[in-house]
């Protein structure tokens, strides 16, 4: 399984991006994918996730009412829509893949996470 991460950018507090993690190898209703982000000297951080097969999406805390986690299937892609974007959501953001159909507590895991992709940066101005 490949991903390949992409839609970052510079954009001001309030605005919104879309990120786009684009699978080869699987298609992305087959497989959990994963969003996460890391800021300079932090840990990885869990952002959301869309688990295979159903459509059911799940967001970390800093960023429920904000952001939203969709997939197309017809193109293979998993879409991270960033909304009320802050200084704080500035990090790069990894989409990842899980093979094998996880349970609720490894959701937020990274290392339960199969495959990563490259990661694009996201940096917020106030």
């Known amino acids: 399984v490949q991903l390949q991460a992409s839609g970052g950018g510079l954009v001001q507090a309030g605005d919104s991006l879309r990120l786009t993690c684009a699978a080869s190898g699987r298609t992305v209703n087959s497989i959990t994918i994963g969003w996460f982000r890391q800021a300079p000297g932090r840990e990885r951080e869990y952002v959301g996730a869309?688990?295979?097969?159903?459509?059911?999406?799940y967001l970390g805390a800093s960023v429920r009412g904000r952001f939203q986690i969709s997939r197309d299937n017809g193109k293979n892609t998993v879409y991270l829509q960033m909304g009320s974007l802050k200084p704080e959501d500035t990090a790069v953001y990894y989409c990842?893949?899980?093979?094998?159909?996880?349970?609720?507590?490894?959701?937020?895991?990274?290392?339960?996470?199969?495959?990563w992709g490259q990661g694009t940066q996201v940096t917020v101005s106030s």
């Open positions: 990842a893949a899980r093979l094998s159909r996880p349970i609720m507590s490894m959701l937020a895991n990274p290392a339960t996470y199969n495959y």
């Open positions: 869309i688990r295979q097969s159903v459509s059911t999406t």
